[in-house]
């Protein structure tokens, strides 16, 4: 069965300050990875994705993502982070199958950002 | 074009009750789901439908919970009768039945139940 651990529950960074979100998943084979944020009051909205091909994938509002196959994780990064980055981040991996499916999910991770 | 809508946001009802959600998903999705978030934990599957059909309802706790979804557009999920370990966050999510779209899923912004 597949799993996602996202190790910290929360992490506080100053605002400019770079951000790092870990996730590890375990699955049988390379998964579909995706993050997602959710900001109070609001649905979870996909940041980026990741399917095949280059390991370094580039999402919306200026978050990353590194695939790494031999350590079995898709950390998040910011260079910058803003104020309005205070949210809880979420990690998910999905079957590799021709059709959809369902994701499996983190725990989340609570960022707080300091002025 | 609008997103998932969810209905109601927010209830309050006894342990006992019956409460029914509603999720709207967007126009033209033919993949739904709902998963439900308990106590600060992961975001957990419940099931997940191909237009009417269910395709995958191992995500469903037991006999209690009754998801429908006749048309293939709207779904409703019913919780009777609901229980406190019910409680947490209910979320819908859609997605289109293309190739790789179909693993985008759009959420919505989630039903708090809270069972008393």
């Not at chain 2, 037991?62 to 979320?91: H, I």
Request: proline share 4%.
């Amino acid at each position: 069965a597949q799993s996602v651990t996202q190790p910290d529950i929360h992490i506080t960074v100053s605002e400019g300050a770079s951000l790092e979100l870990r996730c590890n998943y375990s699955y049988g084979a390379t998964p579909y990875l995706f993050w997602y944020v959710q900001s109070p009051g609001q649905g979870l909205q996909l940041l980026l994705k990741y399917f095949s091909g280059d390991t370094l994938v580039q999402g919306i509002k200026g978050f990353e993502a590194e695939f790494k196959r031999s350590q079995s994780s898709f950390n998040l990064r910011k260079p910058s982070v803003h104020w309005s980055d205070a949210a809880e981040y979420f990690c998910a991996v999905g079957a590799r199958r021709t059709n959809a499916g369902k994701s499996t999910f983190g725990d989340g991770t609570t960022l707080t950002v300091k002025p | 074009e609008a997103g998932v809508t969810q209905f109601p946001s927010h209830s309050v009802i006894e342990k006992g009750q019956t409460v029914t959600l509603r999720c709207d998903p967007i126009s033209g999705h033919d993949n739904l789901y709902w998963y439900r978030r308990v106590m600060g934990k992961e975001i957990k599957f419940l099931l997940h439908f191909v237009k009417e059909s269910k395709q995958d309802e191992s995500g469903m706790p037991n006999n209690r919970f009754l998801a429908e979804r006749t048309g293939g557009t709207y779904s409703t999920l019913k919780v009777q009768p609901a229980e406190l370990e019910d409680s947490g966050v209910y979320f819908c999510a859609s997605s289109r039945d293309s190739g790789l779209a179909g693993h985008e899923q759009y959420f919505g912004p989630g039903t708090r139940l809270t069972v008393t």
